[in-house]
Structure formats: C-alpha cells, structure tokens
C-alpha cells in the first residue's frame, strides 16, 4: 500500500480525504518540509482569530470577563476529551505537563499511603523521569525505572514481570508514556492499567505524544490519570497549557498537593480551610491562561473536524512510507531503524538512528531542506503529521537526509542547543 | 492636598504628569468606572501586537522559534526586576502565582530541614494559607496562621513576639504579603525579613498586591523570595503568568520541588538524573507559556516607562481622595474604612467595609456605574490605579456607590459567584 514513486504519492495525497485541512494552517512562502510537529505544531488558521477574540472580550469586559472564562479549562477539557477517549468531565486544560504530571503522581502516592514504591521506564521523556525521581527521594520512597530497550514500550506482560521482583503491596504508582517520545514505540496501556490495578497501584500516563495521534481509550481502558502537552498535535503553540485527565471513579480519592484557590470548593467564599472541589475541578491550582487556552482551543478545532480514526489512517500510510524510503536510501548510509520494527506498536513518528544524527539535523535546518529533531544519543526523529504533511513531502524529506547524511561536512557540523 | 470640589479634581488631572498615560491603554465608549485593576489590569495599546508577533514568529521559525523563546522567562524576568527593587538574575516569569507560592515556600521548608513550622497571615489570600496548609499537612509539621486583626499586615515587631511563642530553631519559614489583598495594609518588608533571618526562618513575600502599585526594595529590605501576580498591576491579561524571585545568594541552597526538564542543568542532554540548573533557572518547570510571556511583556512596558515613584505620588493622591470622598459620604452611610486608618501604611487599593458590601458591588456592575471586587465577609474593594484612573473618576465613583448603598434594592439584590 506504500508508494513507490513520487507520482503516486502525489495521487495517493489528491486523492486523501485529509489534503484539504492543509489549509486550516498557516504556510509561509517555500521553507523546509517539517517534520516536526510533535516537538511543535504548526499555527491554524483559526488562532489569531480566537486570541483576537479574547482581547475584545478583556478590553470589553475587563474582569467581568471571568463570568465566561472562568470554566474554560472545564469547557476546553471536555472539548478535548473526545481525542483522548474521554466522557466529559474528567479532563482540564491548566498549567504545564510538569506541573500536571507533578500534582497527580503526588496524588496517586498520597491515594496509596502504604506502598512507597514508583516503576517508571528508564527511557521514558526526561520531565517525567525527573518528576518521578524528584517524588522519590522523600525517605522510603524508591522509584524502579525499568529498561526493557529505547524500543519497547513497556506492556502488561513486562510489567507482571517487573512486579513479580517487588513485595506485594510495595507498589503504588506505575507511571508510563503511552508514545515514547524518542521511538515512538506505543504502550499497550489496557493490559498495563489491568495488571496494575491488579498489583493494587495507579497508573498515570504521559501522552504527550500520543494524543492527536493515535487512538486513545482512556475510560474504556480503565487508565486512571493522564497527562498531555498541548503544543505538539494539538497546535496549541509554543507553551500551550498542558491537560490532564483524572478518571471519575478516581475523583474522591484523589487531590492535588498544590492546594490552590481554583481547586477549592466554594472559590469565592475565601473560606479559613481548604476543601477539594468535588469534581476533576479539583486539580486546578492557580488562574486559568485564557490566553493559552482560547489558543489551545483554536488548535483541537481541525482534529475534532478530521477525527482520529481518519486521522490515524493516514499517519500510519506517511509513517510506513517514511519507513520504506528510510530503509532504501538511509541504510546503505549507515542509518538504522530505532522504533519498533513492526508497525503495530509504531505511532505517529519514527526514530533514525545515526552515529551524525546530531549534526545532520544541524545541516538539515541550516540548508532548509527539513526540520527534524535530534534526540541523544544518536537519533533523528522524523514527525508526520496527519494534518498537514503530505506523501510527496514526505517522499522528498529523505533524498535530503540522505544528502547531509552523505556530505562530509556531516562530520564537521558544529552542535548547537536548539537546532539541534 | 487633596482636591475638594469635582474641578479642582480636574485640574489636578490636567497637570499631572501621569494623565498622557492613559492613552497607553485601550478604553471602550463609556463603561462604567473601573476600580478593579488590582484584580485585571486594564489591556495596553502595545499587547495586540505584541501577540501578533509571536503569532509571526510560530509561523515562520515553527520550533527554530526557541532559539528565541527559550531565554524568555529570564529575560522579562529581568525587565520586571526594577520594579522590584531587585538586580537581574533574579526574577523568572513562568506558571501561576499559586504554583510559584508552592514551589518556593516547598523549597524553603526542604532547605531548613529540622524546622517544622511556618508562620502566617490569618487574614491573607486565600491562595496564599491553602497552599501553606498543604504543605503543614505533612506530619509533625505546624502552620501558625498568625492574627493581627483583618487591617493590620504584620510586622518586625509582631513578628518577634510571634517567634518569642516558638522555641528557638523552630520556624522554617516565614509566609506573607506585601500588600494585603483585603485592607491594602503594607507590611514591614525590610523589619520582617531581619526578625526572621536572626531566627533562622526564610521570608517568602506575596507581591501580587504589591508589585507595580508600591515602592518595593526586594534586594535592599534582604528579602529571600517572593512571587506576584502577571494580571493585576502588571497588565498581562487574563491569567497571565506570574513571576518569582529567589535572592541569588538564596539560588545554591533552594531547589524546586518540582523536577522538570526546564530547570534541569544541561536540558537537551536530557540525562539520566536531574541536576537543578545553576541559577534562577533552576525554578522554572515545564516549557514557558509564550503567549503569556509576550502578553506581560506589553503590560509592564508602561511602568517601566513611567517609573514606581511617579506613579507610587499619584496613587497616593488617589487614594487620599478616596478616602476623604468614602468618609463624607459614606460614613453616614453605615461604612467604614477597613484599611489602616494612616496613610503611612496604605498601599494602591481601599477597603470599605458595610454590611451590603456584597449587594453594593453587584448592583454598582449591573447598572454599569463602578466596577469594584466584594472581598468577604463585607468589604466593597477599590483600586484606583495610577496609569489610568483620574482623579476625577475618583471623585465620581463614590456618590455613584452611595447611590446604591442608599437604594432599597441593596437589601434584595441578589448574590452572585463572580460579579460579587
């Protein structure tokens, strides 16, 4: 079903029912293919229109704006819970993920006051790594970070056997993304939530990169927390708030370490003691960015029009095009595949690996022929996005990687931070 | 000095150096008077563009846009520091006051291990006690929520007798505002900040009252952190950002709870263990939220242009007329002053407090004639702000408030969640 010329690609892209919401995204004249929108997403059309709107509504309403803004991390939440498999209620739209996946790990561990144990994956995004690692060092507590391969996201299978090595009862969170950020590697998260629930802990989930992508079943399957950046698939732009989910069942027993004026029942009777609000409201902390979050909006607006499963589709027809491309002229090159082989387990980017990852990406940017990240130690990591990227793009990205790959200059390129 | 007749107002207006400055900002037809910047501050000319241009950079540069963003935070940190009294590297812009309160009095408790009690204000933000009770949760911790009385903001002075009711090396940290959000009362900084280093106890300021209405010296009074609000003074829209302080001297021995990629030394190397970034930096979480940054940005341009001493002799003689105005013709009335009764310790906002406060602020926004927060359990707030309130709104404000404290509806209108 992959292409085999650029011609059918090209048919392949006019004949996609997706080609069209190309055009809700701002394009610049020219510019390199980008392959990046999991690191950010491109602008919709529709953003400076909503953050206009919000201008008016300041300039206009000044704080009786707040009648309306007050819900938007509630209302934009449940706007968002339909990517996420969601029913309403259980999703807000606040902070960043670090502060998000902070407040619900701290949760869990609360909810759980007995065990004192965290498994996280030792090839997991540094954020949650860190979060993790920073919730383990009050005395007792131990965080387990499991290393099945930069490949393998953990399942259920690996984790029984992860579990089978600690005491029973010992453990109290299992914390894991559901696309890793560097393979793209996808979790089998119904058969993790299973055994976990089974051991007794709670799972959380970081899905940064899975959600907008890939299909999510969060309350079908039984996740109890989740988190998610909103500027990558999501377009919500540089430093979108983050959201999270929290499942309802789950509400009672858990609340947020940061006990903020916005989490508090009865908000606006400033009353001496705190008090959880009832519902996912709960885990707010400060005041909302309405900013952030009319911009967020804006950006869910085409994946709600498209829908995942239409979505989906074509990302795995531009991840297993890349894929075969990649194959036949990067690996004479000395590159190699570093997600997983089989496309099953794949999402929505994959990973190249190369001893000049690094300064290819370099080279790539500085000669705008592609944006791709580098992601130590060696990999490059290449973002289609269903939205916005075309076949033939993705046709032509690798030819040019396969050029700086080739180039001496490869081995001369000099590091930098962010262009890397 | 202060006027006593509408044109004498008026005039006083005209020569004002300060009166151009309210072109800085934008104004609707009519509308009813506004005297709540302390809760949103009025939107300036200079914010549309200023978004705008982030809009440009995301659709041009896409991620290469971080090579700018990145050093965001720090840097608007810096142009908001002499508002502060404070030297640069210093100050980070990033999450929400909340969230900033909570990782910094978290790091001080973490920094004076074998202390186990922080010292309050009864009578501060709610925000502000919340997240101080949640952090005492933890066993054998204690929070003393210290009560002066609900117009009085605590000073050296209380302070020792306070500590003198703690045995010695007790008192991790020392929690308060700088302007109360109620009464306006303006602490002691500098008095505080000495009792409490001679006890060995951290201060952590609340600025958000404070910070772009009062005259601050956050180096010079020895303060060792402190954190405020984006939107109030400082212009940066509807849940703007905050900021932080942390006193460099401070920056080697505190670290934030919360271990996030962005305050990790060395963040694209993404290693195995966090490591806090050397300085300030080392505060920040998650990835900056963009929009807000450039939003704030535009709000504080104004107050840099104008400078704290300009606008601190304005707001003075705003609030003077006020308070001279609330006397004469409320007191009859049934209100009272719930601010210090002195001048001296007043900071940019006046409390009245009166039984129909909460139905007064209601029915001032309904018949669009004032806009002024009810603060329970009484207390009708007014914060005429130096950039663009006049002395003449002042003037007109207070029979408008009169007009409804003397209605008969006063006693029947009925409450409400956000326009109380």
């Known amino acids: 079903m992959t292409a085999s010329s650029r011609e059918q690609a090209a048919a392949e892209d006019r004949a996609c029912p997706l080609t069209p919401y190309r055009d809700l995204f701002v394009f610049g004249a020219g510019g390199p293919i980008y392959l990046d929108g999991n690191s950010l997403g491109r602008q919709p059309r529709g953003t400076a229109g909503a953050l206009a709107r919000v201008l008016e509504e300041w300039a206009d309403d000044l704080v009786q704006g707040w009648d309306r803004w007050a819900g938007l991390s509630a209302a934009v939440g449940d706007r968002l819970a339909p990517l996420l498999g969601a029913a309403g209620g259980q999703v807000l739209v606040c902070d960043s993920t670090t502060v998000n996946l902070y407040k619900l790990a701290a949760a869990a561990l609360e909810a759980r006051p007995g065990r004192q144990v965290i498994v996280g994956d030792a090839h997991d995004f540094p954020t949650v790594r860190y979060v993790l690692q920073g919730l383990a060092r009050q005395p007792g507590r131990r965080l387990r970070l499991v290393d099945a391969g930069p490949t393998v996201a953990l399942g259920g299978e690996e984790l029984s056997g992860v579990l089978a090595g600690t005491a029973a009862g010992e453990v109290a969170l299992v914390c894991l993304s559901g696309v890793n950020y560097r393979s793209g590697a996808v979790a089998d998260m119904a058969g ?3 055994v976990a629930h089974r051991a007794g802990a709670l799972v959380l989930w970081d899905l940064s990169h899975a959600a907008g992508a890939v299909p999510l079943s969060l309350d079908a399957d039984g996740a109890d927390m989740a988190v998610g950046c ?5 377009n919500g732009g540089p430093g979108a708030p983050s959201w999270l989910y929290v499942r309802a069942a789950r509400h009672a027993e858990l ?5 903020g004026w916005w ?9 001496p003691t705190y008090q959880p609000a009832p519902g996912v409201g709960r885990f707010l902390a400060g005041t ?3 900013l952030g979050l009319a911009s967020l909006d804006a950006g869910i607006a085409p994946l709600l029009q498209a829908g995942i499963p239409a979505l989906w589709h074509k990302t795995r027809s531009l991840v297993a095009l890349l894929a075969a491309r990649a194959e036949e002229l990067l690996g004479p090159l000395g590159a190699s595949l570093a997600s997983p082989p089989d496309p099953g387990p794949r999402g929505g980017h994959l990973a190249i690996s190369h001893p000049h990852a690094r300064a290819a990406s370099y080279l790539l940017r500085q000669r705008r022929l ?14 289609p996005v269903a939205l916005y990227t075309s076949r033939v793009e993705v046709w032509d990205a690798v030819p040019h990687i396969a050029s700086v790959l080739s ?4 081995r001369s390129a000099p590091p930098s931070s962010w262009v890397t």
Chains 1, 2 share one sequence.
């Open 288 to 290: 909302p960015d309405v």
């Open 230 to 234: 909103g500027y990558k698939y999501l």
């Open 263 to 271: 989490g508090q029942a009865g908000q606006f009777d400033m009353g």
């Open 192 to 194: 993790v939530n299973d």
């Open 407 to 410: 180039d001496p200059a490869v």
């Open 255 to 259: 609340a947020s370490p940061i006990w």
């Open 370 to 383: 592609v944006v791709a990240d580098f992601r130590p130690p060696d990999v490059l990591r290449l973002a």
